[in-house]
């Protein structure tokens, strides 16, 4: 029977097995609050419920030591509960393990008072009874036997401290689980507008048994509101060990004072719908609404959301995880639908996977990573997303990798008849596109916080206003991927799309070291070594860029067009293969090896839908001389594609256009010389209309000595358009 609104319409009459009250018998069972039976410490209690139920049954198992706010000095043993549920009325059956003056706690939140020392757990005699139920137990040592009921109000085990300082007990090592669903309109809720099936549950030190809720109802699914480990008492728990399934329902907090998992142990974190947040908190921290301070405790999990996603569309983000955050590591391996914002009790605002330490799990996100940010010291596994990526994802040491980066290629390869096609991850794709996408927020800056001149992790954590009016686009605070070095980086589009309209500011790559780099479509957006230098002038942190330290080392380039917001800054030492158009900028500072443009060298013109020297996709101008900011000084010249040499006498390698042979054009510009105007800017186009335009370098039949452009430049320069375009030798 599901749980409805519960009014109190009499009670049945209990029967319990025991004996009169001595010393031998210091544990007292009630109903209803009158005294009817006493038990022996530590050993089994039967109870048997006569009459039928239809209305409100009430059972309080306590140690008679707490009655007028005495401490308990007796265990409770294994409590199993027999009766027949009516089928009239509104049959509820409460049992409440606390002090004997206490009574049902009225919200989950709600502190109780101790009613023993252990306790060995509780079960019914059927699952009718069973699911009629709601329980709420406050021990001060363990919970050493399963408890499985309807509904679980709260479980406390939050130990003690003996013989002064030393703490003592707190475990949860029988399993909980309930297996109600989620239900609203409670009598007596104090505010709550619903309950889950599992509301509190909160141990000193460790919980090891299975925390389950089990209800698969299609509207409430079982879920769990808040599952706590640690107290101000004892400051190095030993955390969570046991699996914590809601394969159906929600998750809403997981905050702890110690570890997740063990060297041995890998406990999974399980939601069949969402999980708002999983945090290690300092242990003084444990039971604030709003907790600020982080533990160091390291996370070890296998987490999951959306294993029952609901019926509702694309739009609304579902299956998502809200915040993880530890200072410590994080391990064992994070699948989920979404990483997207939500209720979570961090009040910045920002939203994502924050880890102090390293990430070795690896990151799986089937469909987007929405207005979220993944920050950690070293990002040591890959990381997937399916469709969409709105946030940054930063290795924030200044030794920090990210191993690999996905984004865009779900359901690659395969047809919707295909075994293994996701629908819903076509459903997005068509909604949210497959892209790594621009953000409303300037970028950030190393002066967010101290040390202002350089970054560190608390820059891409601050709680900094830069985004008009807010700190946060969404939950996320920059649209960047940043380290030292990263591995491989495979990304089907960067643009600045968004279903609510483009993004102004564009979308970065920034290391100086990347092994492989694969963009299908680098529309908008820019790749460059993120090395931005600053300074303090005028009472004020400002960029102070050297453009000579702005070119990344890539081992491998390829990239199946370029759109005219898409800037590439390279080192020139490795090829660069564009398979199709290139309308941006390839900017390097001497070129040793090959460009090779397999469409044409075009203007902005030649961009779908815009018309020349048209501004084709919405820049954000913020006044900074960096490749950040595509609008600086030089970057726009002239509506065109432009591959610019930074150094007099740069090009040393060759440049091929129209490598394809299918009719791609030169229209663009080849710039030798420092596009700043520090060396002898030379432009090379066949444009005379452009404002750059020199008859001694006309392309592509241009009669200038080599010289000025480097030594091999005359004959790249014909060899490469003659390969391009064989029926054009000069």
Same mark, same amino acid.
């Given at each position: 029977m599901g749980f409805m609104k519960l009014v109190r319409l009499g009670a049945a009459v209990l029967l319990a097995s025991g004996v009169s009250v001595s010393g031998q018998t210091p544990i007292r069972v009630e109903v209803t609050g009158q005294a009817t039976t006493q038990h022996a410490a530590s050993t089994p209690i039967s109870v048997t419920i006569s009459n039928t139920i239809t209305g409100t049954v009430q059972v309080k198992i306590y140690d008679v030591n707490t009655i007028g706010a005495g401490a308990p000095s007796n265990n409770i043993g294994a409590v199993t509960i027999s009766g027949t549920v009516g089928t009239s009325g509104t049959p509820l059956l409460e049992v409440l393990v606390a002090d004997g003056d206490t009574s049902f706690p009225s919200t989950p939140p709600e502190l109780m008072t101790v009613g023993a020392i252990d306790f060995a757990g509780l079960s019914f005699s059927s699952t009718a009874l069973r699911d009629i139920s709601r329980v709420a137990v406050a021990v001060a040592g363990d919970i050493t036997g399963s408890i499985e009921a309807g509904a679980i109000r709260r479980i406390q085990a939050l130990g003690r401290v003996v013989s002064g300082p030393t703490y003592v007990a707190g475990k949860i090592t029988g399993n909980i689980t309930a297996t109600s669903a989620d239900f609203s309109a409670v009598c007596g809720n104090a505010g709550f507008e619903s309950f889950r099936a599992i509301g509190v549950i909160w141990a000193g030190d460790e919980i090891s048994g299975t925390i389950s809720a089990t209800s698969d109802d299609e509207s409430n699914p079982g879920g769990l509101t808040w599952l706590l480990i640690g107290h101000e008492s004892n400051t190095t728990p030993v955390g969570l060990l046991g699996d914590v399934r809601i394969d159906y329902g929600s998750i809403e907090k997981v905050h702890t004072a110690?570890?997740?998992?063990?060297?041995?142990?890998?406990?999974?974190?399980?939601?069949?719908?969402?999980?708002?947040?999983?945090?290690?908190?300092?242990?003084?921290?444990?039971?604030?609404?709003?907790?600020?301070?982080?533990?160091?405790?390291?996370?070890?999990?296998?987490?999951?959301?959306?294993?029952?996603?609901?019926?509702?569309?694309?739009q609304s983000i579902h299956g998502a995880l809200h915040l993880l955050m530890t200072d410590g590591d994080l391990q064992g391996a994070i699948t989920i639908a979404n990483l997207a914002p939500g209720n979570a009790s961090l009040a910045s605002g920002a939203r994502g996977i924050f880890v102090g330490g390293a990430i070795t799990a690896p990151i799986a996100i089937r469909y987007n990573l929405q207005n979220s940010d993944i920050i950690a010291a070293s990002i040591d596994a890959p990381i997937t997303i399916g469709c969409r990526a709105k946030g940054s994802i930063v290795a924030s040491d200044p030794n920090g990798q990210i191993v690999s980066v996905e984004i865009g290629y779900a359901n690659e390869g395969l047809d919707e008849e295909d075994e293994g096609y996701d629908p819903v991850a076509a459903a997005y794709a068509a909604h949210w596109g497959r892209l790594f996408t621009g953000t409303k927020c300037v970028p950030v800056s190393p002066w967010f916080t101290v040390p202002y001149d350089e970054y560190t992790r608390a820059d891409w954590t601050a709680d900094v206003v830069h985004c008009g009016p807010y700190n946060f686009d969404g939950g996320a605070i920059d649209s960047v991927i940043r380290a030292a070095s990263i591995g491989t980086l495979r990304i089907h589009e960067m643009g600045v799309f968004d279903p609510a309209g483009p993004k102004p500011y564009l979308p970065r790559i920034e290391s100086p070291m990347i092994d492989s780099l694969e963009v299908e479509i680098l529309r908008a957006g820019v790749v460059w070594s993120g090395e931005l230098q600053v300074d303090y002038i005028d009472d004020e942190w400002v960029v102070a860029n050297n453009p000579e330290d702005d070119y990344a080392s890539i081992g491998a380039i390829r990239v199946g067009w370029i759109g005219p917001a898409g800037d590439l800054w390279v080192d020139g030492t490795t090829r660069v293969q564009i398979d199709g158009d290139m309308l941006g900028q390839v900017h390097v500072p001497t070129l040793t090896d090959t460009i090779w443009i397999g469409g044409r060298l075009g203007l902005w013109c030649h961009y779908p839908g815009c018309s020349c020297p048209g501004?084709?996709?919405?820049?954000?101008?913020?006044?900074?001389?960096?490749?950040?900011?595509?609008?600086?000084?030089?970057?726009?010249?002239?509506?065109?594609?432009?591959?610019?040499?930074?150094?007099?006498? *740069?090009?040393?390698?060759?440049?091929?256009?129209?490598?394809?042979?299918?009719?791609?054009?030169?229209?663009?510009?080849?710039?030798?010389?420092?596009?700043? *105007? $520090?060396?002898?800017?030379?432009?090379?186009?066949?444009?005379?209309?452009?404002?750059? +335009?020199?008859?001694? +370098?006309?392309?592509?039949? $241009?009669?200038?000595?080599? *010289?000025?452009? *480097?030594?091999?430049?005359?004959?790249a320069f014909l060899n490469a358009w003659l390969v391009a375009l064989p029926d054009e030798a000069c």
């Open positions: 110690g570890p997740i998992g063990s060297s041995t142990v890998m406990p999974k974190i399980w939601a069949g719908r969402s999980i708002q947040e999983v945090r290690v908190l300092q242990a003084a921290d444990l039971g604030s609404a709003s907790p600020v301070a982080s533990g160091s405790a390291k996370v070890k999990a296998d987490v999951q959301t959306g294993l029952n996603p609901d019926s509702t569309h694309e501004n084709c996709a919405p820049l954000g101008n913020f006044d900074e001389e960096s490749p950040r900011d595509t609008t600086w000084e030089g970057e726009e010249i002239a509506a065109r594609g432009e591959i610019v040499i930074r150094e007099v006498g *740069g090009l040393q390698g060759q440049i091929i256009i129209n490598g394809n042979n299918d009719g791609g054009t030169w229209d663009g510009a080849v710039i030798v010389g420092d596009e700043l *105007g $520090y060396g002898n800017r030379i432009v090379i186009t066949p444009d005379d209309g452009d404002a750059e +335009f020199d008859p001694d +370098f006309q392309a592509p039949h $241009y009669l200038s000595p080599s *010289g000025p452009l *480097g030594v091999p430049a005359l004959f």
